[in-house]
T-cell receptor, first 113, second 112 residues
Framework: DVKVTQSSRYLVKRTGEKVFLECVQDMDHENMFWYRQDPGLGLRLIYFSYDVKMKEKGDIPEGYSVSREKKERFSLILESASTNQTSMYLC????????????FGAGTRLSVL | QKEVEQNSGPLSVPEGAIASLNCTYSDRVSQSFFWYRQYSGKSPELIMSIYSNGDKEDGRFTAQLNKASQYVSLLIRDSQPSDSATYLCAVNRNNAGNMLTFGGGTRLMVKP
């Protein structure tokens, strides 16, 4: 079975803090994704990586950055957390090109106070 | 941005009935279509994928794709209370096929 592991299920941070969300997959997938999910807004893509050190902006990259130094690990960084970044964050991974199914981690519920 | 539209619901059906969930998409060149189920507080899990026009059946689930009309649907036969969840439709959004656009989801409630 594909396993996508997110480092924290719940996280509480203060405004202005630098926040790291970690995601690890064990299936040697090329692609990794970070989404946020908010009521009424659905799943929105923040960033996408198709290879080590390669990344593309998604639909809502502002206020976020990412790092992919190893194939299995994809980190989402909130440079200076703000209250409007309170959300559920979901990591996903998939194989290379083509008809690729995305597998999701359990999610990290982040609260920024 | 390419759009994927779903009725947010809730769609309420009695136990044992057929639940019909619909999704329309705007990008005519989309080739890959997925249905995910998401229980409250959990992450999405894949139930069905479909790539060709027509029907694809897997147990109690049938996915239907009509590319000419740009819609994809999910039928759940013999609905069970355990099917109560939000169902997300996803469509590929780039030529490489590795990025998806998700609909907002339809909340299904199956009443005993």
């Amino acid at each position: 079975d594909v396993k996508v592991t997110q480092s924290s299920r719940y996280l509480v941070k203060r405004t202005g803090e630098k926040v790291f969300l970690e995601c690890v997959q064990d299936m040697d997938h090329e692609n990794m994704f970070w989404y946020r999910q908010d009521p009424g807004l659905g799943l929105r893509l923040i960033y996408f990586s198709y290879d080590v050190k390669m990344k593309e902006k998604g639909d809502i990259p502002e206020g976020y950055s990412v790092s992919r130094e190893k194939k299995e690990r994809f980190s989402l960084i909130l440079e200076s957390a703000s209250t409007n970044q309170t959300s559920m964050y979901l990591c996903a991974s998939s194989r290379g090109r083509g008809r690729n199914i995305q597998y999701f981690g359990a999610g990290t519920r982040l609260s920024v106070l | 941005q390419k759009e994927v539209e779903q009725n947010s619901g809730p769609l309420s059906v009695p136990e044992g009935a057929i639940a019909s969930l619909n999704c329309t998409y705007s990008d005519r060149v989309s080739q890959s279509f997925f249905w995910y189920r998401q229980y409250s507080g959990k992450s999405p899990e894949l139930i069905m994928s479909i790539y060709s026009n027509g029907d694809k059946e897997d147990g109690r689930f049938t996915a239907q794709l009509n590319k000419a009309s740009q819609y994809v649907s999910l039928l759940i036969r013999d609905s069970q209370p355990s099917d109560s969840a939000t169902y997300l439709c996803a469509v590929n959004r780039n030529n490489a096929g590795n990025m998806l656009t998700f609909g907002g989801g339809t909340r299904l409630m199956v009443k005993p």
